[in-house]
C-alpha cells in the first residue's frame, strides 16, 4: 500500500498579510487562481487514488483545509491538535498508517511548493516508494542545486549509489545547516551536494523503528495512540498526545542521525517559495521590472513587488519595494529585507495583535 | 447685508487617494472627526445666520455637499454646473446677491483652511466687512508669513494704511507669483509681504464693475444670467452660462489689476492643507516621528507619514514614506515627493482610470 502524506499544517508567517492562521500560505489561491495545497493534491492525483492521499492540517486550519479540497473528493484528513513541528506530525501518519493498513509505504511532502516538471517528480516519487519497499531505508529526495542558496540545509551525497527503475539512490554521508555563502558555493561546485526539501520516504514500520531510536518520548507517545485510532476516543487521546509530545523536526530529529539514510537526486523545477521575493517570478512584470499582482501606475517607480489582490496601488519615486495589502492590513518592506517579516509577525504577537495574524 | 461666500467645489487632488472628485478633500472627515467644509461654517456661524452662509459647489459635488452640511441647516447652496476656476465662482456669487438683495457686502473664502485663532479670524471678517461697505475698494486678507514658503503667492503692502475698528488696512503695492526660496526668504525678512489666502471682500456691485474693467467676457456672462436668477429658467441659464465662460483666477484676472485693493494683515494660524505633508502635523506621532492615522507596527521605520482611517500598516526598514490607504486604493510616495500626487492622478486621468479619481 502507498500512501502519499501531505504536511499541510504549517503556518506560512513569512507570506503574512495574506497567509493567516486560520488560512496560511498553502490555503491561498496564490498560483493560477489555486492555492499551493491544491496544486500539490493535482500532482499525486495521477499516481495516487483520492483516499490514498492523506492531509496533515492543524485543527485551526481544518475548516479552510476542507474547503480548499473539497473538490477531490474523498481524501483523508489527520488533524493535528496543535503543530509540533514535522517529527510528530510523521510520526502521526506513520502510526495512523500501521493502525489502519498494517504496514505502508509513505512518501510525506510539504502542501507549499511548486514543481515544474511533475511528470519526473511523478517518475521520482514511484521510484522512491519502491525502494524502501525493498528495505529497511529512509529516503530523502534531494533536489539538484543551480545556485549557491544559503537558505536552505544540504545533503552530501557518497560513493555508494544503487539504480533501481531508472533512478539512482545514493547512501547519504552528511546533512549540513544553512551554509555561508562560502561553503553554498563549494558544495554547488563540488556536484555532490543536494538541497534538502523535506520530501521523504519510507515504510511506516520502518520510521517507527527509527523515532524509537532516536526520539523515543516522540516514539512512546504515538505508541500510546497507536490501539486507540479508529476508536471513539481516538480525538481525546490525539490531544493528549500533542499535548505531551516534544515539538522537534524530523530531519535534526531522525533523518540526520539514523544509518540508513539515502536520497534520490532530483531536478524538478523545484521552488519551495520561501518569501514573498522568491514569489515575484509567478507575478505579471511591466516594463521596469515592477512584479504585479496589483491594478498599478506607477511614475518613477522600479523594481517593485506588488501584491493586493487586484486593489489599485499607485506608486511614485519608489524603488524596490515590496507591497502586500489585503482588506485588513498593508506590509510595507524594502525588497532586500524580505526576510524579515518573521521579526515583524514576532512583535505583533508580543504586542497582542493576535487577530491580525 | 452682509454673506459670506464659501467657496468649496476645489477638487483636492494633491489629497488623492482620499480626496475624490464625488468627494473632495473638503468634505472628507479629516480633523476631529469633522470635515473642512464643517469646520468652516463652524467658524463663521458665530457671526452669520445660516442664511447668510452660501455655498458655493459643483454639480457632482452637491449629494456629499448637502450631506456634509445638512446638520447646519438651511444654508444656501449656490451650484455650479462645472468648475471654472474662482472669478466665475465669485461673479457668480456676486450675481446672485446683487439680484436677491440688491447689494451687499461679501467675503469669499475657501472651504478647505484650517485657522487656529478663530476669534481673530472673526474680528477680522467684522472689520473687513465694514471697510468695503464705506468704499469702493476690494480688500484681501493677508497672511503673517512664520516662515518663507515658496508654495503661496505673496501681497506687498504699501505705506498707505488706514485704520477702522482696531484693524489696520494697507493698500496694495504688487502681488507676486510663488517666489524662489531666495526672494521668499528676503519677503520674510522685509516685514512687508503677506500670503495670498484667498480670502477677499468686497461689495457685490464694486466686484461687478470690476469685473466688467478686468474680465469682460466673465462680466457679461453674469451680466447675461442675473435677470434669469430666481426665475424657472435659471439653472438652464446657468448651464449656458457656464459652458461659455472663461476659466481664470480672481487673482490674476482681477485682483492682481484693480487699482483699489487693500490688504489686511492676519496672524490667525491659518493652514492651507497644500497636500498630505503639511496634514501629518494633525495626525498623532509615535516615538520615532512616525505621524499616524493609521493602526501601525514598525520594525526600523522612521519618519513616515501613514493615513489608513484605521486599517493596520506594517512596515520593516521604511523611513520617510507617505502611506494614504483607502478602501480602493493605496498611494505610496517619498515624503519629500508628496506635491507630486498630481503628476499620478493627471497620468490616471490620461490611463481612463476616471473610476477611481
Not at 276 to 283: I, L
Request: net charge neutral; glycine share 8%; hydrophobic share 45%.
Amino acid at each position: 500500500v502507498r500512501i502519499a502524506v501531505v504536511m499541510s499544517g504549517g503556518s506560512g508567517r513569512r507570506f503574512w498579510p495574506v497567509s493567516r492562521k486560520a488560512r496560511p500560505k498553502q490555503l491561498v489561491p496564490l498560483v493560477g487562481g489555486k492555492c499551493l495545497l491544491e496544486l500539490t493534491i493535482e500532482r499525486l492525483l495521477p499516481v495516487f487514488a483520492p483516499d490514498a492521499i492523506w492531509i496533515v492540517t492543524r485543527a485551526e486550519q481544518l475548516e479552510a483545509t476542507r474547503a480548499a479540497v473539497a473538490r477531490f473528493g474523498d481524501l483523508t484528513l489527520l488533524v493535528e491538535p496543535v503543530g509540533k513541528n514535522t517529527a510528530p506530525c510523521i510520526a502521526y501518519a506513520a502510526t495512523v498508517a500501521q493502525a489502519t493498513l498494517g504496514d505502508a509505504s509513505l512518501v510525506v511532502l510539504p502542501a507549499d511548493h511548486l514543481i515544474a516538471d511533475e511528470a519526473r517528480f511523478r517518475d521520482l516519487v514511484a521510484g522512491g516508494l519502491a525502494f524502501v519497499e525493498g528495505r529497511k531505508s529512509l529516503l530523502t529526495l534531494g533536489i539538484t542545486p543551480d545556485r549557491p542558496a544559503t537558505g536552505y540545509g544540504y545533503i552530501r551525497r557518497g560513493k555508494r549509489a544503487e539504480d533501481l527503475g531508472g533512478s539512482t539512490f545514493f547512501k547519504v554521508t552528511r546533512f549540513t545547516e544553512k551554509p555561508s555563502l562560502r561553503a553554498a558555493r563549494r558544495y554547488l561546485g563540488s556536484g555532490a551536494y543536494l538541497w534538502n526539501a523535506g520530501i521523504f520516504f519510507f515504510r511506516a514500520s520502518v520510521m517507527l523503528e527509527e523515532l524509537a531510536r532516536h526520539l523515543p518520548q516522540v516514539a512512546a507517545e504515538f505508541k500510546a495512540l497507536g490501539p486507540h485510532i479508529g476508536r471513539s476516543d481516538e480525538p481525546e487521546r490525539t490531544a493528549e498526545c500533542y499535548s505531551r509530545v516534544e515539538s522537534v523536526s524530523i530531519d535534526s530529529g531522525v533523518l540526520e542521525k539514523a544509518r540508513r539514510t539515502w536520497v534520490l537526486p532530483a531536478d524538478i523545477g523545484w521552488d519551495d517559495l520561501g518569501s514573498w521575493t522568491s514569489f515575484a517570478k509567478y507575478m505579471d512584470k511591466d516594463a521596469v521590472g515592477n512584479s504585479l499582482r496589483a491594478q498599478h501606475v506607477g511614475v518613477d517607480s522600479e523594481g517593485c513587488v506588488i501584491y493586493a489582490d487586484g486593489r489599485f496601488v499607485a506608486t511614485i519615486g519608489i524603488k524596490d519595494l515590496l507591497v502586500v495589502a489585503t482588506d485588513d492590513a498593508i506590509l510595507l518592506v524594502k525588497r532586500e529585507d524580505a526576510e524579515r517579516v518573521k521579526e515583524l509577525t514576532d512583535l505583533m504577537e508580543e504586542k497582542g495583535l493576535d487577530n491580525l495574524l
